[in-house]
């Protein structure tokens, strides 16, 4: 009888440690569970925050200007200068009315090509594909600024007479631009240097081996051409090894009056 009491005390007393041991445990989760509601309610109000922060500066620094001014390199808050406008090819300065704007770029070494543009349309370049070495020109209507022709010669290793039949027949007022690239005179006669003396130039008959040139001229005109530079290949001056420099000329020349 004894036993069975002890028993049943025994087992009484194991229920309570198990009802205790669950309690506790409850306990234990509610207060974890507790522990846990204000950490989610600190980091959901960070997330916010940090939304906000980051959202106000992409949209101005609304109400965080000096949150934003941390964010912005004091490189950027400064004003940028305006740009200079540029004109037609690229021009500082419009040019008058009936007036054809252009800019004139001879070849640099045998490496870069050269380029001649008018009235904002690219005549000549590397990219259009229609330059060579020696003597880069474009033929162009002197009334309406039209292009005529557009022709590369090889004055180191081509025939000078096909430079001959180019500008021998042109008509009167054609305007004649010419960019050098490389070597633009081993080829040369006194016949070629004659027509463009013609033409207008006064550097032509100093022109010789790998000399920079550009040079803009008419047919008929009666006085030497203002746009005209040349430098002399020289190993005291030269700018690259074995030739000079770029040269690079811009202008307004005033369109011929049409026939009556």
């Not at 950490?39 to 109400?63: C, K």
Request: some cysteine; overall charge negative.
């Amino acid at each position: 009888m004894d036993d069975m009491i002890w028993e049943e005390s025994m087992e009484g007393d194991e229920k309570a440690m198990w009802d205790r041991n669950q309690d506790n445990a409850g306990l234990q989760g509610r207060v974890s569970e507790d522990k846990k509601g204000p950490l989610r309610i600190v980091a959901l109000v960070i997330t916010v925050a940090v939304t906000w922060i980051v959202v106000s500066i992409l949209l101005g620094g609304l109400g965080f200007p000096r949150i934003q001014q941390l964010f912005t390199s004091q490189e950027n808050s400064v004003t940028a200068e305006p740009r200079a406008r540029k004109y037609k090819c690229g021009l500082p300065q419009p040019c008058p009315e009936e007036h054809l704007a252009f800019r004139v770029v001879s070849g640099a070494a045998n490496v870069i090509g050269p380029k001649i543009c008018l009235e904002d349309r690219m005549l000549m370049s590397s990219v259009k594909d229609n330059v060579g070495r020696g003597l880069n020109i474009a033929l162009v209507n002197g009334v309406n600024g039209d292009l005529i022709e557009a022709r590369a010669f090889d004055m180191w290793a081509g025939d000078v007479n096909d430079l001959l039949k180019f500008i021998r027949p042109l008509h009167e007022g054609t305007l004649v631009f010419v960019a050098s690239y490389d070597d633009p005179a081993t080829k040369m006669n006194e016949e070629t240097r004659k027509l463009f003396s013609d033409l207008g130039s006064k550097n032509v008959k100093d022109l010789a081996f790998r000399d920079s040139w550009v040079f803009v001229g008419a047919k008929g005109v009666q006085n030497k051409s203002p746009f005209e530079q040349h430098v002399k290949n020289s190993k005291h001056t030269n700018k690259y090894e074995g030739w000079p420099e770029a040269l690079e000329m811009e202008g307004c020349i005033p369109r011929r009056p049409a026939a009556s």
